[in-house]
Nanobody, 119 residues
Framework: QVQLVESGGGLVQAGGSLRLSCAAS????????MGWYRQAPGKQRELVAA???????NYADSVKGRFTISRDNAKNTVYLQMNSLKPEDTAVYYC?????????????WGQGTQVTVSS
């Protein structure tokens, strides 16, 4: 089992910045990839950014150039630096961890943290 605890959400004006953190515990040594997803009211959960243990990253087109994902493997923590925030970035942000178990990938989720961007 892996437990994920998020922090750093809040209310910010458009153009502002926030940094989200997600700390993993439990069987964190088995984590391969970590990432952030978000879900706005009435919409499906979508990938925002992801990073694998080796450092490779992937971003949604809507956040490229504004958001940066990073990872501290020693602390089993992943960060999402969000700059130039827009009202459309408003959503609940969820941390995700992917653990390889043989040929299977198990997904673990944090409880979510609200990000609200006012215009």
């Amino acid at each position: 089992q892996v437990q994920l605890v998020e922090s750093g959400g809040g209310l910010v004006q458009a153009g502002g910045s926030l940094r989200l953190s997600c700390a993993a515990s439990g069987r964190a040594f088995g984590i391969n990839g970590m990432g952030w997803y978000r879900q706005a009211p009435g919409k499906q959960r979508e990938l925002v950014a992801a990073i694998i243990r080796g450092g490779g990253t992937n971003y949604a087109d809507s956040v490229k150039g504004r958001f940066t994902i990073s990872r501290d493997n020693a602390k089993n923590t992943v960060y999402l630096q969000m700059n130039s925030l827009k009202p459309e970035d408003t959503a609940v942000y969820y941390c995700n961890a992917k653990v390889l178990v043989g040929i299977r990938t198990d997904d673990y989720w944090g409880q979510g943290t609200q990000v609200t961007v006012s215009s």
